[in-house]
């Protein structure tokens, strides 16, 4: 029994040696104070062969605490029970419910150093730094095979890259300002021209903010405000402008839906489209009240008013008039009184009035196709009745 209790009275007594020791700080136990003199090892570490206490598997060695802490997975800052298990993230990248690091919007992995790298301003998330490499868009624009497009009417700022609305006369638009448009909308009655997009014919710029070209008025081919004295080019039926004003051309009147009609045969001018319309009248005929009649001498021949002469020399196309008789052949040929039945078209000088014997000299054609030059005297004037 005496032996028994010196055995456990040097064993107690070779321990607390062992606890005096001031051991490495990797060891848990040990000989001496070097670190290859372990005997045991924190939980966190493992003896090796050498007597040296290193850390286990999944840990490494923290230089500021000198503790074996976590290896977290090179994609965390902090991680728990497995290097994979992320619980906080380094900067440019999120942590999501399933404890991973992944990279932040604005942001893809580059997997050659595991570092985030900004995509395109324009990208909301991407696959890489191009402006073709867009998986999702920031607010304002929608994707279109890799881009983030601005939606119509807007254009990209090259400065902020922000989507800007284009001018208010533009559809399509490479910068903000009136002469930057690339297309326009036919329903604002524009056209494009040199970058600008125009008020179509018959419209006008307004001060409306939408861009819409006004109508012009019915009058007007161009013009610069909506009324009738504000035209600067009139249409073909119109002469002007006069004082700003479009006026129907003579022959034509306004009719009642503002366009310029055309007046009665009779009329030269008029105020509407029957023969009690006239204004005026052309040389041959006169002003009757609002009527346009034959002057004195002058017949009415089917709504034509032709001279006592002309008349006359018409009836000789379908008449031979035995009071007709030629004096004289201009071509030396004679022309007696029975070839003057063949007579197809005449074209008489005028005659001079108050004269019995009256004469004119002009070019006949018969009808076998000759034509001859003949002097013609008229001994009396005496009038078949009217053609």
Known sequence: MRHINAYLWLF?????????????RTCATCDSANKNKCLTCPTSRTLTPRNECRCKDGFIEDPDSNECILDCDPTCQECEEKPSKCTKCPLKRRLTESNQCVCADFFYENKKDLDCKPCNRKCLKCFG???TNCLDCNSGRHLSEGSCLCPSGHFDHPLTMECRECHSTCLECEGGDSDECKSCDAVLNRFLLNGRCLCREGFYETSETN???????????????????QCILCPNNRRGPVDGSCICNPGLFIGPDGDCKRCHGSCKTCKGPS????????NEKELNGTSCICKSGYFNNGGECIGNFQLFFAQIIKNVIQTVRVAQVLDQTLVYLADLGELLLISPALVPENMSMMETIGVYRFQNGTRKRLKVLLSQLEYPPLL
């Open 12 to 24: 107690f007594l070779f321990a607390s040696s062992l606890e005096d020791q001031n051991c490495h």
């Open 129 to 131: 730094p191009l402006a």
């Open 211 to 229: 861009g819409v070209c006004a109508r012009c008025h019915s009058s007007c081919d161009t013009c610069f405000g909506p009324k009738e004295n």
């Open 275 to 282: 023969a009690n319309d006239c204004l005026s009248c052309s």
